[in-house]
């Protein structure tokens, strides 16, 4: 075999007190708060952070340019985007063209939901399946593709 063989793994991790991560991962240069929970199959890039005691659950990806705050639940399957293929294709390792995504606290999002690189205020909720492709700048339940308010938190 000639292929190119990369190993996955845990590398370059920063965790706080109690953190809890189910391998198999793949993680490397990340910060993870106190409590933080990873799940298994879940891949977190560089200079990602993750607040206090925030669930990630299994098979979701989160690429570098990604900031999640503390008490946020990433559901299964979540994937986040940091390049838009804004200039006609993927950016090919060109981090100039990366755009940052920034969660706050108190997050939970559905499994198998997209976020694009956008802003989204404390206390939100995500459903599964949505796709966030704009900035969410008030508290409420949000779901669909593209996401749009469903109602308020009760
Ligand atoms: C978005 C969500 C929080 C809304 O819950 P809710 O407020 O109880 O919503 P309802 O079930 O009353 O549905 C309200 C409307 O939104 C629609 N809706 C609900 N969830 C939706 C979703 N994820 N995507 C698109 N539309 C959705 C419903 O079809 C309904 O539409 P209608 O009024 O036209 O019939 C919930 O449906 C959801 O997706 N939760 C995510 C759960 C999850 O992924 N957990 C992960 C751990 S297992």
Not at 49 to 59: F, K, L, V, Y
């Amino acid at each position: 075999m000639t292929a190119n063989l990369r190993q996955a793994g845990i590398v370059d991790v920063t965790t706080g007190s109690g953190v809890t991560i189910t391998e198999p991962v793949n993680l490397y240069g990340c910060a993870l708060g106190d409590g933080v929970f990873v799940g298994p199959f879940v891949e977190i890039q560089k200079q990602v952070s993750i607040g206090a005691r925030t669930r990630i659950q299994s098979h979701s990806f989160i690429c570098e340019f990604v900031t999640i705050g503390s008490d946020c639940f990433v559901g299964h399957g979540v994937m986040f985007i940091n390049d838009t293929f804004a200039s006609g294709g993927p950016a090919r390792g060109d981090r100039t063209k990366w755009r940052a995504t920034n969660i706050g606290d108190g997050v939970s999002i559905g499994s198998n939901a997209t976020i694009m690189p956008v802003s989204i205020c404390d206390g939100v909720v995500i459903g599964a399946g949505a796709v966030v492709t704009r900035d969410i700048k008030e508290p409420g339940i949000y779901a669909g593709n593209p996401a749009r308010k469903l109602r308020a938190l009760p």
